[in-house]
């Protein structure tokens, strides 16, 4: 009886966690290897869109701008240490080095506070942020008489410190490498002036400081990874894994300030760019044809097609539903209306297909207009779709140009 029971409720639990385990989500890879997989785009900016390089920028100067502040906190706190340690002797040299330090870290502060997106200068402020540090220790090295050097409590850890503070940063694996082996130098030279260089203690701090810097390697590629997925996350629609609405928008105010930016470079004026608004016809008859997942699949093979007709430096978007844009950059109104006629003709012809590959025919209705370099983004976007709208009325599967804008 009571081995009966028994029996019955080890079955039951069986049954329990095998129910556990089949409402388990499936994985879609073990997370190391899907961390491992973005080595690619962690290792160097190379494979980095325009756009993500600006949303990484702004992602940079924040830490810039705590860690510089931090920086220019702790340095003149360390002169309270230096009073209490130092012989007074030596006291001046570490603080004509540090008043540089903190001088330099204001600066390095300010650019950074008004680079807002300036890429470049970003970057700069960041290793900015890493080599004042290692100077300042690198002068006290030099300065300092070799015997006076056991003196300095705690200057030791000052390569450490910019080691670890690499994992802070959003940087590629090759950025931190360089920064790294910039440290692993310093290290070094420490060692040649104190004399611990090809010694076990050395030998020992050197292993020490390298071992940091890989780990700080490893943060810096799940940082960067993390940081890569949520940005595409944001800005990318996940059917056609083109730039979504927002991502649009911003995109076109930056592409504007570029052409004001360019404006005086050339006697021509500033790159005129276009946009093209695009709807599928009759879309909502593929859906109740053929089924929803089959009207997806046209969807990704219209995104496709439109990257396909268009160059690398154009921008295609899913605007919404089965609504697109593309913004063809350096083309004026007239261009862009046979680029628009062009893509027009390759949807009517292109052979989409559904499930048992039968085909599906499509076309599309274009509104085209010129993106104003001084107006809101938003009025061009507008015009665009009131040109669509005309192509709709006027019998779909047609190209129509936007009114031209009075002049003023
Ligand atoms: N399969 C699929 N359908 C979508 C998606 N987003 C919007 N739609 C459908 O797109 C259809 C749009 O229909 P309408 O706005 O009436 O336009 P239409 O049928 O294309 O007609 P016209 O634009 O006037 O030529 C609707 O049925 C939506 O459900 C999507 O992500 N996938």
């Not at 680079?115 to 220790?137: D, H, K, T, W």
């Not at 039968?358 to 274009?366: G, K, L, N, V, Y």
């Amino acid at each position: 009886m009571l081995v009966g029971k028994l029996k019955l409720k080890r079955d039951s639990e069986r049954r329990t966690r095998l129910l556990d385990r089949l409402a388990e989500p499936p994985e879609a890879g073990h997370e190391l290897f899907v961390g491992f997989s973005s080595l690619r785009d962690t290792f160097s900016r190379h494979h980095h869109s325009r756009d993500f390089s600006f949303a990484h920028a702004r992602y940079l100067r924040s830490r810039v701008l705590a860690l510089g502040i931090i920086f220019a906190i702790l340095s003149p706190l360390w002169i309270v240490v230096d009073a209490l340690v130092l012989p007074t002797e030596l006291l001046k040299y570490t603080l004509v080095g540090r008043v540089v330090l903190i001088l330099g870290l204001v600066a390095v502060l300010l650019l950074a506070l008004y680079s807002q997106e300036r890429i470049r200068r970003i970057r700069l402020c960041a290793g900015m942020l890493l080599a004042l540090p290692a100077a300042f220790y690198t002068l006290i090295l030099v300065m300092l008489p070799p015997h006076e050097l056991h003196n300095l409590v705690g200057y030791g850890f000052i390569p450490f410190l910019l080691v670890a503070s690499l994992s802070v940063f959003p940087f590629t694996i090759l950025e931190s490498l360089f920064a790294g082996i910039a440290m692993l130098a310093l290290q070094v030279f420490s060692q040649m002036v104190d004399g611990s260089w090809l010694t076990g203690r050395g030998a020992e701090a050197f292993w020490l400081l390298s071992s940091l810097l890989v780990v700080s390697m490893a943060a810096n590629h799940f940082q960067l990874s993390l940081l890569l997925r949520l940005y595409r996350q944001a800005t990318h629609d996940p059917l056609t894994g083109l730039f979504n609405r927002g991502a649009l928008e911003e995109h076109l105010a930056k592409i504007q300030a570029w052409q004001r930016d360019t404006e005086g470079l050339d006697s021509a004026g500033s790159v005129p760019c276009s946009l093209l608004m695009l709807d599928i016809d009759h879309f909502k008859q593929i859906n109740d044809t053929y089924g929803h997942s089959v009207g997806d699949g046209v969807l990704c093979q219209f995104a496709e097609l439109l990257i396909g007709q268009t160059r690398k430096h154009d921008c295609t978007a899913r605007y919404g539903g089965e609504e697109f844009v593309v913004l063809l950059l350096g083309s004026g109104q007239a261009r862009a209306m046979e680029v628009a006629d062009r893509i027009r003709f390759a949807v009517e012809t292109f052979e989409f297909r559904d499930r048992e590959r039968q085909r599906i025919s499509i076309t599309t209705s274009i509104g085209v207009t010129q993106l104003m370099q001084d107006e809101p983004a938003q009025e061009a976007l507008k015009r665009a779709d009131e040109a669509l709208y005309r192509a709709k009325h006027a019998g779909r599967n047609r190209v129509i140009a936007a009114a031209p804008l009075s002049p003023g």
